[in-house]
């Protein structure tokens, strides 16, 4: 089991940037892979972006390809997620999880997880 916290959430205007952080306790950070999702009101958990535990694997949904770029700093035991052109549909609660496997988009394969950080883009 791993402890996660997120970070960095708030408001912004369209075309705007955030840096999301999700710190995590224990020793073994490396060994995780980790996922960033994000759920908006009324919505399913979506899936954002993922890397591997060595930070030198990563995949993104289609929707966020281009703008938002994931990464590790495994001597701090964080993971970032840098939002750049936001747009108001990247509203959500974003979450960040971690697996003790190799890299998933699905919300379903991750057993540990943070409490979100509420992000909001105004029109």
């Known amino acids: 089991q791993v402890h996660l916290v997120e970070s960095g959430g708030g408001l912004v205007q369209a075309g705007g940037s955030l840096r999301l952080s999700c710190g995590a306790s224990?020793?073994?950070?490396?060994?995780?892979?980790m996922g960033w999702f994000r759920q908006a009101p009324g919505k399913g958990r979506e899936f954002v972006a993922a890397?591997?535990?060595?930070?030198?694997?990563?995949r993104y949904a289609d929707s966020v390809k281009g703008r938002f770029t994931i990464s590790r700093d495994n001597a701090k035991n964080t993971v970032y997620l840098q939002m750049n052109s936001l747009k108001p549909e990247d509203t959500a609660v974003y979450y960040c999880?971690?697996?003790?496997?190799?890299?998933?988009?699905?919300?379903?394969?991750?057993?540990?997880w943070g409490q979100g950080t509420q992000v909001t883009v105004s029109s």
């Open positions: 224990g020793n073994t950070f490396r060994s995780y892979s």
């Open positions: 890397i591997s535990g060595s930070g030198g694997f990563t």
């Open positions: 999880a971690a697996r003790a496997f190799t890299v998933s988009i699905d919300a379903g394969g991750y057993g540990n």
